[in-house]
């Protein structure tokens, strides 16, 4: 059989992030649904639709753009006497995210509607082998050849929940998907298999979605479905079973006990502003039970009986990626581990060395990016073990990775990651110190210097953080014309730079690039002119002299300088941002909310969409 790739030049294939949710209860289903969507929007925006029956009927309403436009749509619909509901929002890549390729999609009957988030691999020999059975397409999609896959086995005389098991047995690539049928309209299909999926079980009420967040102002009881496993739901019943053989499977129930209050915007303007100004809390919760007071030392109980490793490979993407390259200083230089951090695109089909003593390391705030999921794959196949450092209980890589640390951020809603960081940074740094202990590489007196640092670390960041965004909206209005910037750091503020770098790019447009200051000699320094700021990193570290020796040749070339450094620096450049200096490492935690805090008042200043930038979604389920 041909599989044809993502790209492959003859499909117009659409290839999809999105947000699925499903309810069946006792109350009007379609603004259930809306309002489920809303918290699933972080997931892709590009269009969204609904289905549920009424008056016999299978209606499916959907509308390009955001789900503002569902909802215009809706208000002028009669919608509001079905109690049970699919609803879909899109991410697209390829394939017009225009409405005929909006979900759900009907089958040729107009009997089965289902969304889907996934790719179908094999959709095209699929559709090939329906359309001579006589069926016809009116979207592009490859969801639109599922829901005929399953109406086409469900017309050979079997239940409905038979035809889904033999149509996903002919299927090849990703899926969470969910069916409603006219005949039964009270009752939902639907079954995963490596796209996330969840099912949500409240009173005289159940739900299956993407994420826990689409239902939590209902319930707080979740099942995490498995892959290859399928649910069949109504109002007052839910049986899951293995999609092959139609086993009924027992599951674990899981009680979620962080609010909805936490998954919005709780007074800010934006998601981002406000997940930055919870930095201070997410250290604290990060070091909460993971500090013995007797010994004064790191507790991760989650390696207690993990050998050490001789070597670490750290895989990750975006943003996670950039912790993972400020990670490999302090494991490095306090643990005497070598670390290898790798871009996990480029990791997976590069057929990396791997060495028995070996440790990979996947860190994904979201535990759903491909990529990294498909790194941390390749390393399990070859025996390797991998520890995953995830901020989503029940994501795809905490719970196919050996052993899960927990990243204790909260749920990220905004697309630009920033507590997320910070909360993986913590992580990184109390594996650097547990590793030193057990080595013996770390003199004593430096632990304890950042165990008490870090414990006063939150009250000094919750102080700083206003100040920091008063100077952030200051700059922001200077430096707003400028098309493009250079972010220069060097040592572990490197890794700061690229992701000052990465943020400011993505949520404000302007081109920007993070560099090593002392690469700046060896090419970049030719772009510098008066129109070509420098957003430089300059602590006082022992690299300070150096990147001071770097300015000066930016300002040779006529390049304007905002300098973030601690109070004493004295070079005379156009802008100092002057932050509290704390102890060595732990200066990065007021460095980077400096960096995201600028980067969200650009975008604000210039009016972007600061939570949902164009193009982005908040996590990468596809290659
Ligand atoms: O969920 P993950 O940490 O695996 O996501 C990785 C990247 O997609 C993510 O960090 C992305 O770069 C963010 N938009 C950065 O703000």
Redesign the pocket.
Known sequence: MVVLTLNHPEINKEITMCGIIGYAGHRPAVPVIVEGLKRLEYRGYDSAGVAFVQHQGLEVIRAQGKLCELENKLGGCDAFHATTALGHTRWATHGLPVERNAHPHKDGQGRLALVHNGIIENYHPLREMLKNKGREFVSDTDTEVLVQLVSEEWSKDTTLLQAISRALAQVEGTYAMALINLDEPGRIWAARKSSPLLLGMGTGENFVASDIPAFLAYTREVIFLEDNELVELDALSWKVFDVATLKPLNKEVHHISWDLQSAQKGGYRHFMLKEIFEQPQVIANCLAGRMDPKSSCVLLPELDDLPIPEQIQIV???????AGLWGQHLLESWAKIPVRVEI?SEFRYRNPLFRPTDLVLA???????AD?LAGMRLAKGEGVPVLGL???VGSS?AREADRVIHTQAGPEI?????K??CS?LVLLLLLALYWGRQKQTLPRETESQILRGLLGLPGILEAELPRMRGKAQELAQEYSAARSFFYLGRGSSFPLALEGA??LK??SYIHAEGYASGEMKHGPIALIDPEFPTFALAPSDDLLPKVISNLVEVQARNGRIIALAHPGFDLAVDHVWSIPEVYGPLNTFLILPALQLFAYEMAVYLGKDVDQ?RN?A???TVE
Do not use: D, R
Request: net charge neutral.
């Open positions: 990750a993407c975006g943003t996670s990626y950039h996990a860190i994904s705030q979201s535990g759903e990016t990294t995830c901020n989503v890589v905004s697309v630009a990651s920033t997320a960081m993986q990465l943020k993505e949520i930038p982005l908040k996590s990468v």
